[in-house]
T-cell receptor
């Protein structure tokens, strides 16, 4: 079936460095790509999203880029801080067996920012 | 606080039993989604309801069912529970049936013993 692959599974950076997480998707008709941050014991929190008619979107220290031709999108976090430590999930709107679309999530990246 | 409320937060039950998880979406949101998150795994889409009707279905087991009521809250029913059903179950809501921002609740942690 359609899926989303996410890399790396773990990422450790020094405070102030940048972090990049990459995802690829299989459904060329996907048109919505959100990123979620999940802290321990909490539900996923939407941090940024991008639609297929846009190549890049920024929100302060967070940016997302989308390459529709290559079917991949990336999350960039600059000037990382210890509070950025969490699990990050990418997602894409994928077609289910029923023909309808739903958000399919990557397997997650555990980001650790070392002070 | 996302505005999505899930109850209960924790649930411990025995194999073979049936449980009901409840979700209240954000005010004004018409869509409710259910996801399962097993240990060290990502979020697996189960089912979506939009304004009371089933809209999309993922890999939901036949032992599981859901519904959305006229007041838009939703319930996920899990029956004939097995040890492997132990997981976090998340509900999310969004304003429309298509893809806009989806906001997640805090989840229900189900433990089957």
């Amino acid at each position: 079936g359609e899926n989303v692959e996410q890399h790396p599974s773990t990422l450790s950076v020094q405070e102030g460095d940048s972090a990049v997480i990459k995802c690829t998707y299989s459904d060329s008709a996907s048109n919505y790509f959100p990123w979620y941050k999940q802290e321990l014991g909490k539900g996923p929190q939407l941090i940024i999203d991008i639609r297929s008619n846009v190549g890049e979107k920024k929100d302060q220290r967070i940016a997302v880029t989308l390459n529709k031709t290559a079917k991949h999108f990336s999350l960039h976090i600059t000037e990382t801080q210890p509070e950025d430590s969490a699990v990050y999930f990418c997602a894409a709107s994928m077609k289910m067996d029923t023909g309808r679309r739903a958000l399919t999530f990557g397997s997650g990246t555990r980001l650790q920012v070392q002070p | 606080d996302s505005g999505v409320t899930q109850t209960p937060k924790h649930l411990i039950t025995a194999t073979g039993q049936r449980v009901t998880l409840r979700c209240s979406p954000r005010s004004g949101d018409l869509s409710v989604y259910w996801y399962q998150q097993s240990l060290d795994q990502g979020l697996q889409f189960l089912i979506q309801y939009y304004n009371g009707e089933e809209r999309a279905k993922g890999n939901i087991l036949e032992r599981f069912s859901a519904q959305q009521f006229p007041d838009l809250h939703s319930e996920l029913n899990l029956s004939s529970l097995e040890l492997g059903d132990s997981a976090l179950y998340f509900c999310a809501s969004s304003p429309l049936g298509g893809f806009t921002e989806a906001f997640f609740g805090q989840g229900t942690r189900l433990t089957v013993v």
